[in-house]
């Protein structure tokens, strides 16, 4: 599957987000901090209205009906 370099910059902008708010958390001994900042970074990046899209793996297709309610 070759993506578009528009959702592959998106997902290395998350990425990079989330090491450097976990990394930061868990210098200040923050509980959670390897949780913490990658759902900052989440949030933050959809706050800007940055868009992420997930492979939906094949197996998963026939529940997808049961997984959106």
Known sequence: MVMSPGPLLSWLKLL????????????LHLPAA???????????????????????DPFLSPLRPLLAA
């Open 16 to 27: 990079t987000l989330s090491a450097a708010l976990s990394f930061v958390l868990f210098w």
């Open 34 to 56: 390897l949780r913490l900042g990658p759902m900052i970074a989440g949030h933050n990046l959809q706050a800007c209205a940055a868009r992420q899209s997930a492979y939906l």
